[in-house]
């Protein structure tokens, strides 16, 4: 048992002075970041330029500063996270089971999206496996606007109709005010039991529903979640009833094929593996507008979107 406790005790140790000497080169970091913006500055403030010289040099000056901004904001989360420790990593096997499901609302906002990339998604919708899921499918696309071809967005209407009544999803509309964030605050309102005038809902499957859902989980037009998804969530939010909200990850499956989608993929693993540890810690994640689940209450409580 001593040599046990030795043996943690040195690693502790080596563990700290590795915190202590990242957190001081960050520290150093951050001072060259300031004093570099003050030379630029300076730079550009004395400099004997041409007044289009110093309109692209203003530009340029005025990039660095948000981008070190950013850097900032990036260093001092992973700070509070070497400082702090990493936020603790709950495995499956510290929930439960579910015994019981509670209603949950799957929903996914679109306007005007592409008939074959609705299809993909709702089909994925369908085919997720918790037992009490009421699917919705809230199309905000504004079919009243002027210069439209009315024809042609006669027929992307039907189309949508056809899509929602073939897979059973029911079908959400309303009169715009506001978009992704003003539809899914309508759409609250109509599942407490307040529906605000000029709505219009469809419902499409053949499951009824009993009631308000207990839990609210928000998907863009162009995800596609894996169909266990939504039971290791629910766990969760049912073993820990203050948590008002779980924001997952998301990743591109055409990461390796596409090099748009490889850049924009590592930085969404920068803010979801680093970022998201330090303001987790802090109480200060947010929620990133899609496939994310929300405890139905919490919306209540602070007046929706």
Not at 130 to 158: E, V
Not at 213 to 226: C, G, K, S, T
Not at 255 to 279: D, P, T
């Amino acid at each position: 048992m001593s040599a046990e406790i030795g043996i943690n005790q040195g690693a502790t140790a080596r563990e700290g002075r590795g915190t202590v000497i990242i957190s001081a080169l960050l520290a150093l970091t951050l001072l060259f970041v300031f004093l570099y913006l003050m030379v630029r500055t300076f730079l550009f403030i004395e400099a004997d330029y041409h007044w289009y010289e110093k309109t692209v040099a203003a530009l340029l000056l005025l990039s660095e500063a948000f981008i070190m901004t950013h850097s900032l904001g990036y260093f001092l989360n992973i700070l509070h996270v070497l400082r702090h420790g990493k936020p603790p990593q709950p495995s499956a096997e510290a929930y439960p089971d579910l015994t019981e499901f509670p209603p949950v609302a799957i929903l996914v906002a679109s306007y005007r999206e592409p008939l074959a990339v609705l299809e993909n998604t709702l089909t994925c919708f369908y085919n997720l496996t918790y037992p009490n899921k009421h699917l919705f499918f809230l199309d905000d696309t504004r079919y009243d606007q002027a210069g439209q071809d009315s024809k042609q967005m006669a027929a992307y209407r039907q189309s949508i109709d056809d899509l929602c009544r073939e897979m059973g999803i029911n079908l959400f509309r309303r009169r715009w005010r506001g978009a992704k964030a003003g539809i899914i605050n309508d759409f609250l309102d109509f599942v407490a039991g307040r529906p605000k005038e000029g709505f219009e809902f469809t419902p499409y499957s053949p499951k009824p529903r009993g009631g308000p859902e207990r839990y609210i989980i928000v998907f863009d037009a162009d995800m596609n979640p894996f169909p266990d998804f939504v039971e290791p969530l629910v766990a969760r939010m049912e073993a820990e009833p203050r948590l008002a909200f779980i924001q997952t990850p998301q990743y591109y499956s055409n990461f390796e094929h596409n090099r748009v989608a490889r850049a924009a993929g590592l930085q969404q693993a920068v803010f979801y593996e680093y970022i998201c540890e330090g303001k987790s810690l802090k109480d200060a994640m947010f929620c990133c507008g899609t496939n994310v689940i929300f405890r139905r209450e919490a919306f209540e409580d602070v007046g929706g979107f």
